[in-house]
């Protein structure tokens, strides 16, 4: 019955030292992992130094395979996950901790006002955030927050699920929520990060669209794809009302709104059983390991 903590990071020499002791304080953990995902500044020998476990990857996999690393190495019976660029801080660990033995399966540590990288990620973040609240009909504070306490044996069901880049924190919430596992938000203040952000403008506009249909996609993909398409529907319907009273015709422009109506629903019925499948097999999977 320990505590592990998985820390992904990718030359982070700067904040790794100071992030490590600050964890060694704590008496409520019992190993502290460092998934050096393919670093080249020595952040796995400096943290090996320190005392902490170095998962090391010859190579960048990326975020999530890093995570996921971290996850199959950890021992104890619930995860720690945590950034290693300093944002967010050790003393924060115990409440999050606190809050899981509440009755909980997975806590997150939400980021109040003021501890987002930039505007442009708040409103995103803010998006992200109402949608998933939406789909779930559970208020989420925080979808993409990395920083977060899980059991161990729930977090591996969905490890299949989870992508080797950055979204994993939202591909893990939404797969806790569509379990029915106990989700809880825990108020935190993240600091600027210490070293070069990894992040790319073009690369993070194109990971905003896919983490958008990934949410819809991960839950309950009819209830994002209907509305849309009865929103085609009534458009197509209602220009062909317009053109039948002024022109006395059907306009291939409301064809191709009906039947885009039409597509977006199959499309939206199809991902729905793909969806369960998924899920399906993750629950065959877990079944697998406690035999």
Known sequence: MGVSVVIPAKNESGSIPALIKGLQALDALDEIIIVDDGSTDGTGDIAS????????????????????????????????FMDADGQHSPEDVARLLERLGQGYDMVVGARQAGSQASVG???ANSLYNRLASYMTGQKVEDLTSGFRVVKREMFLQFLSLLPNGFSYPTTSTMAFFRAGYSVAYE?????QREGKSHIKP???????????????TLYSPLKLFVPLAFAFFFLGAGYYGYTFITENRFTNMSALLLTTSLMIFLVG???????????????????????
């Open 269 to 291: 019925l199809v991902s729905e059983q793909i969806t369960s499948l998924l899920y399906i097999s993750s629950d065959k999977d877990s079944d697998k390991g406690e035999k």
């Open 187 to 191: 108020p935190i203040h993240t600091a």
């Open 121 to 123: 990620r708040g409103l």
């Open 202 to 216: 073009i690369r993070d506009g194109v990971r905003f669209l896919l983490i958008i249909f990934k949410i819809g």
């Open 49 to 80: 130094e320190l005392g902490a476990k170095v998962v090391r990857h010859p190579y960048s996999k990326g975020n999530g395979a890093a995570i996921k690393s971290g996850a199959r190495s950890a021992a104890g019976d619930t995860i720690v």
